[in-house]
Structure formats: C-alpha cells, structure tokens
Nanobody, 123 residues
Framework: QLQLVESGGGLVQPGGSLRLSCAASGLDYYAIGWFRQAPGKEREGVSCISRSGGSTNHADSVKGRFTISRDNAKNTVYLQMNNLKPEDTANYYC??????????????????WGQGTQVTVSS
C-alpha cells in the first residue's frame, strides 16, 4: 500500500507562488499526477510526470505557470506553481499510477491517492 503525503499548500496572493510536494516510500516506481478539485466543480488533472521524469504533461489552464518535477532519490514529486490566480484555488491531490507514463485522466487511471492539500489564492 502506497501512502502519499502532500504538503506545501496555503494562502497566497494573486501572482504569488507555491511549491507542493508529494512524498511516499517507493514513489520512484510510479508515474505521478497532480489533480485539483474546487467546491462545486469536478476534479481535473493539472500536471503529471512519467516514472523516469522524462515526460511531463500539463493542463492548458496551467501551461507556462506550473512545473512538475521529481527527485526519485528523495521519493518526492514537486509541483511548482507560479503566477497563481484566484481560479487556481482548490484542494490539490497527488496520485500514483503503476505505469511508466502518466495521464491527466483521473479516476481508475491511478492506483493511489493522497489526502490533499488546500491552495487558496486570494488578496
């Protein structure tokens, strides 16, 4: 059983930055995705990274602002979020997939999910 732990969320002003972390022992065997869900909205895929870190994908809404990376030696995946907007406010979850490649599709495409970390962008 893989236990994913997210951290790094918080309150930030528009235009600010946050870095989220997703950590778990054995994470280097999995492709990782970051997802978010705002109140009253469906969960959406934000960014994902392949098991090796050689391939990434981002939703159009965050391209150019968010960067995903991983340090397999530390069993950690990072989501660097820059130029944050109020519409980025959501609970952010990381998920692990027993595959080499990642996908922004959630649900059954991923095998393990974290508990989430809240990101609030407000002045």
């Amino acid at each position: 059983q893989l236990q994913l732990v997210e951290s790094g969320g918080g309150l930030v002003q528009p235009g600010g930055s946050l870095r989220l972390s997703c950590a778990a022992s054995g994470l280097d065997y999995y492709a990782i995705g970051w997802f978010r869900q705002a109140p009253g909205k469906e969960r959406e895929g934000v960014s994902c990274i392949s098991r090796s870190g050689g391939s990434t994908n981002h939703a159009d809404s965050v391209k150019g602002r968010f960067t995903i990376s991983r340090d397999n030696a530390k069993n950690t995946v990072y989501l660097q979020m820059n130029n944050l907007k109020p519409e980025d406010t959501a609970n952010y979850y990381c998920a692990a997939r027993r595959a080499s490649l990642c996908t922004l599709k959630g649900g059954l495409e991923y095998d393990y999910w974290g508990q989430g970390t809240q990101v609030t962008v407000s002045s």
